[in-house]
């Protein structure tokens, strides 16, 4: 029994988050042939909502997520200070309920261990309760870490699942919500009707540090509530986060060449600078493993893979940079409505992290939504690696 002896197993994934579970089901699809182990201590996929537009995941990779799909929406809005707009694109959302209703269904139950590695090796785990978990390939999903080495800025946001009495009126999405009063960075709130009367409202901010005040969130979510009029009789699920957007930083320090354990997700820096989200870059993660999992240098490609996604993620650095470093907390917000007059298509790029080279050159033209000379003064000091 795993944590008592010394078991066995081909594949071993520690941490039961999006980029685990989404690999744990991949390889069960793909790869039953495959002995797979999936540690987890807490419940798979946790409280987590992830929602992604239909332009993110290739045509190719939609069977891994379509069974997940929890809430689908053909448009949605956004509201800022100088207009709203509403775009005509798919949008979708997952829960963590249904990834670990997922990953039960795929894997025999002893291969969900409940338990927390306390050593993670290339070919071994070492887990907390006692054991030792051997494997062909360990693979480390364990989420971001701390980034001691990285210059960041933070995203950072508490969620509500509310019940407004009478109905909420909400008919679509609202990615952005940027009329409410900017503080700690940029503030918006973004907005998921789940049904006529449950609305899951997030509280946004794209501030300069990673503290989160939960309860003066949730004073603000309340207070965001009240002026929609909105008589709330039940406040259900919480989510709360804080994920880095990325300025700079060296990738070999992230994930040095010596490292022979393999990485995938957030732990791999596979995630979107700027906006942080690392759902697109799992999914085509999980989908590729099956055909990779058998090479005996998968920790390299692996590797490899992450530092190529790095490499093109360096325009989205320069944005961050932008962001942090140009704008002031108050006016960062004139980033975003600016950039949301831009073509459906760019946006839709722009989120999948596959902007086009004209798709950039659009973004950075014409008059910088910030101090002229703040914007030069960051570009000189930007790590262009």
């Known amino acids: 029994m795993v944590g008592q002896s010394n078991d066995r197993c081909d594949i071993a994934i520690v941490g039961g988050g999006l980029a685990g579970g989404l690999a744990a089901l ?20 946790g409280n987590h909502i992830w929602s992604f537009f ?14 997940l799909v929890r809430h689908h929406w053909p448009r949605y809005d956004a509201r800022f200070p100088a207009y709203a707009r509403t775009l005509r694109m798919g949008y979708k959302s997952i829960t963590g309920e249904a990834l670990a209703e997922a990953v039960a ?19 071994h785990v070492l887990l907390s309760r006692g054991g030792r978990l051997s494997a062909k390939h360990v693979i480390d999903a364990r989420g971001a870490g701390k980034f001691p080495t990285l210059d960041c800025g933070w995203q950072k946001f508490v969620g509500q699942a509310l019940t407004v009495k009478g109905g909420h009126g909400v008919e679509q999405p609202v990615v952005m919500d940027a009329t409410v009063e900017q503080l700690d960075g ?15 409202v997030e509280d946004t901010y794209y501030s300069d540090d990673a503290d989160l005040d939960v309860p003066l969130v949730r004073e603000r979510i309340a207070a965001y509530a009240a002026t929609q009029g909105w008589d709330v009789a039940t406040t259900g699920r919480e ?19 010596s490292d022979r354990t393999a990485r995938i997700g957030a732990r791999a820096g596979a995630f979107h600078a700027t906006t942080g989200y690392s759902l697109p870059d799992a999914v085509r993660t999980a989908a590729a493993l099956p055909a990779q999992v058998s090479n005996p240098d998968l920790p390299e490609r692996l590797r490899n893979r992450a530092a190529a996604s790095w490499r093109r ?8 940079a932008m962001l ?29 992290g596959r902007s086009s080279a004209t798709d950039k050159l659009r973004i950075l033209s014409g008059r910088p939504p910030v101090p002229v000379g703040r914007a030069l003064a960051a570009l000189r000091r930007f790590d262009w690696k």
């Open 186 to 200: 940029y503030r918006f709130v973004y907005l998921l009707p789940f049904d006529a009367e449950t609305i899951f």
């Open 105 to 123: 269904a795929a894997l025999p139950e002893d291969h969900v261990i409940a338990d927390r590695a306390k050593h993670v090796a290339p070919d």
């Open 26 to 45: 991949a390889l069960a699809s793909k790869r039953p042939d495959l002995d797979v182990r999936l540690i987890e201590p807490g419940p798979v996929g």
């Open 54 to 67: 239909d332009s993110d995941i290739a045509k190719k990779d939609r069977w891994l997520v379509a069974p």
């Open 313 to 320: 993620q360096r325009f989205y650095r320069m944005l961050g």
């Open 324 to 352: 942090f470093r140009a704008a002031d907390p108050g006016e960062r917000f004139r980033i975003f409505q600016r950039f949301y007059r831009l073509a459906p298509g760019l946006i839709a790029r722009f989120y999948a």
């Open 239 to 257: 989510e709360t986060g804080v994920l880095a957007v990325m300025i700079a930083g060296d990738f070999d320090r992230l994930w040095p060449a």
